[in-house]
C-alpha cells in the first residue's frame, strides 16, 4: 500500500527501497549471530528453516529493522542508521528515516472510506481514531476490514509504511481476546502490548486463520 505510484512518485518509491537495502545492511555491523537467532526466534518462534511467504518475510524485515533491538545498544537498525550515517543523508532522506523511526504498529478498522483518498480508521488498541492517506488503500478496503499495519507521519499525513495483514472476520474475535489475554499476563493494556508486539502478531495470526 505505502508504495503507490499515485501518491509517491517514482524517485521517492525508489529512494525508500535504496534506504530500507541501507538500513538493513546495517546488520553486518550492529548484529551478532546471537541477536541474528534471537530474531528469528523471537519471530518464528523457531532458529531453524522456516515455512514461510512472502508477506510474512516482508514483515519480519520490517521488524528486524524497526523493532527489534540488539543486545550490545538496545537500538534498533533505523536508530543506528540515522545516527552513524544522518550527516551523509539528504534532507528527504533523514526526514523518512525520521518517519520510520517514529512509525508504529497497530490493529485498526476501517470506519469510512475516502476512495480516491484514503481511510477513516480506528485503532482497536487505544480506541483512537485516524485518517491515513492511502489511494490503493481507499480502493482495496471496505468499511468493518480489520487489519495489522504500521503508521508513519510523513509530510503532516499518516500513511502506511507498508502493506499489512488483514484481519480474517472468522479469526477477529479470537485474535482480540489473545492480544488481551498476553497483554494482561505481560501487564500492558492493549494498545501497549501492540505497539511492542508489533508485526509478530502476524504470525499469531496466521496461526489462528
Known amino acids: 500500500m505505502a508504495e503507490n505510484p499515485q501518491t509517491n512518485p517514482p524517485d521517492e518509491i525508489e529512494m525508500r527501497r535504496r534506504l530500507a537495502a541501507d538500513v538493513l545492511n546495517g546488520m553486518e555491523r550492529w548484529h551478532t549471530e546471537s541477536d541474528r537467532r534471537r530474531a528469528k526466534r523471537y519471530y518464528f518462534e523457531s532458529t531453524g528453516s522456516v515455512d514461510a511467504d512472502e508477506s510474512e518475510i516482508n514483515g519480519f524485515l520490517q521488524w528486524y529493522t524497526h523493532d527489534f533491538r540488539d543486545a550490545a545498544t538496545r537500538r534498533t537498525l533505523v536508530e543506528h542508521h540515522l545516527e552513524t550515517h544522518g550527516a551523509e543523508l539528504t534532507v528527504r532522506e533523514r526526514e523518512t528515516l525520521e518517519a520510520w523511526r517514529d512509525s508504529y504498529p497497530g490493529v485498526f478498522e476501517a470506519e469510512a472510506i475516502e476512495e480516491g483518498r484514503g481511510l477513516h480508521l480506528r485503532d482497536l488498541g487505544t480506541g483512537d481514531t485516524i485518517f491515513v492517506h492511502d489511494v490503493t488503500a481507499s480502493r482495496e478496503l471496505v468499511r468493518g476490514d480489520c487489519l495489522l499495519s504500521r503508521i508513519e507521519k510523513l509530510d503532516g499525513k499518516l500513511m502506511f509504511v507498508s502493506d499489512g495483514c488483514k484481519v480474517p472476520p472468522a479469526v477477529r474475535a479470537d485474535f482480540?481476546?489473545?492480544?488481551?489475554?498476553?497483554?494482561?499476563?505481560?501487564?500492558?493494556?492493549?494498545?501497549?502490548?501492540?505497539?511492542?508486539?508489533?508485526?509478530?502478531?502476524?504470525?499469531?495470526?496466521?496461526?489462528?486463520?
Do not use: C, F, M
Open 176 to 209: 482480540l481476546k489473545l492480544i488481551d489475554k498476553e497483554a494482561a499476563t505481560s501487564g500492558q493494556t492493549r494498545g501497549e502490548y501492540v505497539r511492542r508486539s508489533g508485526n509478530l502478531l502476524y504470525r499469531k495470526i496466521k496461526h489462528l486463520s
